[in-house]
Nanobody, 127 residues
Framework: QVQVVESGGGSVQAGGSLRLSCVASGYNDQFNWMAWFRQGPSTGREGVAAMWTNGGGTTYYADSVKGRFTISQDNAKNTIYLQMSSLKSEDTATYYC???????????????????WGQGTQVTVSS
Protein backbone atom coordinates (compact mmCIF):
# COMPACT_ATOMS: atom_id res chain seq x y z
CA GLN A 1 0.00 0.00 0.00
CA VAL A 2 1.32 3.42 -0.97
CA GLN A 3 1.41 6.20 1.58
CA VAL A 4 2.14 9.85 0.85
CA VAL A 5 2.57 12.17 3.81
CA GLU A 6 3.13 15.92 3.68
CA SER A 7 4.37 18.14 6.49
CA GLY A 8 5.67 21.64 7.07
CA GLY A 9 2.64 23.81 6.45
CA GLY A 10 1.71 26.72 8.67
CA SER A 11 1.02 30.42 8.86
CA VAL A 12 3.50 33.05 7.77
CA GLN A 13 3.52 36.71 6.90
CA ALA A 14 3.92 37.89 3.34
CA GLY A 15 7.56 37.86 2.32
CA GLY A 16 8.34 34.96 4.62
CA SER A 17 9.43 31.40 3.89
CA LEU A 18 8.29 27.85 4.56
CA ARG A 19 9.57 24.42 3.60
CA LEU A 20 7.22 21.56 2.88
CA SER A 21 8.26 17.92 2.99
CA CYS A 22 6.70 14.86 1.37
CA VAL A 23 7.58 11.26 2.13
CA ALA A 24 6.28 8.47 -0.09
CA SER A 25 6.42 4.80 0.83
CA GLY A 26 5.26 1.48 -0.61
CA TYR A 27 5.49 0.15 -4.17
CA ASN A 28 9.08 -0.82 -3.28
CA ASP A 29 9.58 2.94 -2.86
CA GLN A 30 10.15 3.43 -6.60
CA PHE A 31 8.57 6.81 -7.29
CA ASN A 32 10.21 8.52 -10.22
CA TRP A 33 7.61 11.23 -10.71
CA MET A 34 6.91 13.48 -7.72
CA ALA A 35 5.12 16.80 -7.60
CA TRP A 36 3.45 19.50 -5.55
CA PHE A 37 -0.04 20.82 -6.25
CA ARG A 38 -2.13 23.36 -4.41
CA GLN A 39 -5.78 24.24 -4.09
CA GLY A 40 -6.93 27.63 -2.84
CA PRO A 41 -10.27 28.55 -1.26
CA SER A 42 -11.86 29.33 -4.59
CA THR A 43 -9.58 27.71 -7.13
CA GLY A 44 -9.10 24.29 -8.62
CA ARG A 45 -6.09 22.11 -7.94
CA GLU A 46 -3.08 23.47 -9.80
CA GLY A 47 0.42 22.19 -10.35
CA VAL A 48 3.12 24.08 -8.47
CA ALA A 49 6.30 22.10 -9.18
CA ALA A 50 7.37 18.64 -10.24
CA MET A 51 10.52 16.60 -10.39
CA TRP A 52 11.62 13.55 -12.34
CA THR A 53 13.60 12.05 -9.46
CA ASN A 54 15.33 9.37 -11.49
CA GLY A 55 18.59 10.36 -13.13
CA GLY A 56 19.19 14.08 -13.59
CA GLY A 57 16.31 15.36 -11.47
CA THR A 58 14.62 17.49 -14.13
CA THR A 59 12.33 20.08 -12.54
CA TYR A 60 9.22 21.93 -13.66
CA TYR A 61 7.54 25.00 -12.17
CA ALA A 62 4.37 26.96 -12.59
CA ASP A 63 5.05 30.48 -13.87
CA SER A 64 3.50 31.93 -10.72
CA VAL A 65 6.18 30.42 -8.48
CA LYS A 66 9.32 30.50 -10.65
CA GLY A 67 12.18 32.17 -8.85
CA ARG A 68 10.43 31.89 -5.48
CA PHE A 69 9.86 28.14 -4.96
CA THR A 70 12.39 25.34 -5.26
CA ILE A 71 11.64 21.63 -5.45
CA SER A 72 14.36 19.24 -4.33
CA GLN A 73 14.75 15.59 -3.45
CA ASP A 74 16.37 13.22 -1.02
CA ASN A 75 16.45 9.96 -2.95
CA ALA A 76 17.74 7.95 -0.06
CA LYS A 77 14.55 8.72 1.84
CA ASN A 78 12.11 8.87 -1.13
CA THR A 79 11.39 12.43 -0.07
CA ILE A 80 10.83 15.69 -1.87
CA TYR A 81 10.79 19.19 -0.50
CA LEU A 82 9.27 22.48 -1.57
CA GLN A 83 11.20 25.50 -0.35
CA MET A 84 8.89 28.50 -0.60
CA SER A 85 10.29 32.02 -0.32
CA SER A 86 8.92 35.52 -0.84
CA LEU A 87 5.49 34.17 -0.05
CA LYS A 88 2.43 36.14 -1.15
CA SER A 89 -1.14 36.09 0.08
CA GLU A 90 -2.17 34.40 -3.17
CA ASP A 91 0.04 31.42 -2.22
CA THR A 92 -2.47 30.62 0.51
CA ALA A 93 -3.75 27.13 -0.23
CA THR A 94 -3.74 23.51 0.77
CA TYR A 95 -0.61 21.96 -0.70
CA TYR A 96 -0.68 18.36 -1.88
CA CYS A 97 2.12 15.99 -2.74
CA UNK A 98 1.50 13.67 -5.66
CA UNK A 99 3.65 10.76 -6.82
CA UNK A 100 3.77 7.97 -9.35
CA UNK A 101 6.20 5.37 -10.58
CA UNK A 102 6.50 6.66 -14.11
CA UNK A 103 5.57 9.44 -16.48
CA UNK A 104 2.14 8.90 -17.97
CA UNK A 105 2.56 10.94 -21.14
CA UNK A 106 0.68 14.12 -20.21
CA UNK A 107 1.75 17.47 -18.83
CA UNK A 108 3.48 17.52 -15.46
CA UNK A 109 0.75 19.76 -14.09
CA UNK A 110 -2.15 17.46 -14.90
CA UNK A 111 -3.63 15.81 -11.83
CA UNK A 112 -4.31 12.56 -13.68
CA UNK A 113 -0.56 12.07 -14.18
CA UNK A 114 -0.32 10.97 -10.56
CA UNK A 115 -2.04 8.02 -8.94
CA UNK A 116 -1.04 8.60 -5.34
CA TRP A 117 -1.80 11.68 -3.28
CA GLY A 118 -1.25 12.92 0.23
CA GLN A 119 -3.90 14.45 2.45
CA GLY A 120 -2.51 17.97 2.09
CA THR A 121 -0.94 20.55 4.37
CA GLN A 122 -2.31 24.06 4.84
CA VAL A 123 -0.23 27.13 4.03
CA THR A 124 -1.64 30.50 5.05
CA VAL A 125 0.11 33.74 4.08
CA SER A 126 -1.11 36.92 5.72
CA SER A 127 -0.47 40.35 4.25
Amino acid sequence: QVQVVESGGGSVQAGGSLRLSCVASGYNDQFNWMAWFRQGPSTGREGVAAMWTNGGGTTYYADSVKGRFTISQDNAKNTIYLQMSSLKSEDTATYYCAVDRNYGGGAWSETNEYNFWGQGTQVTVSS
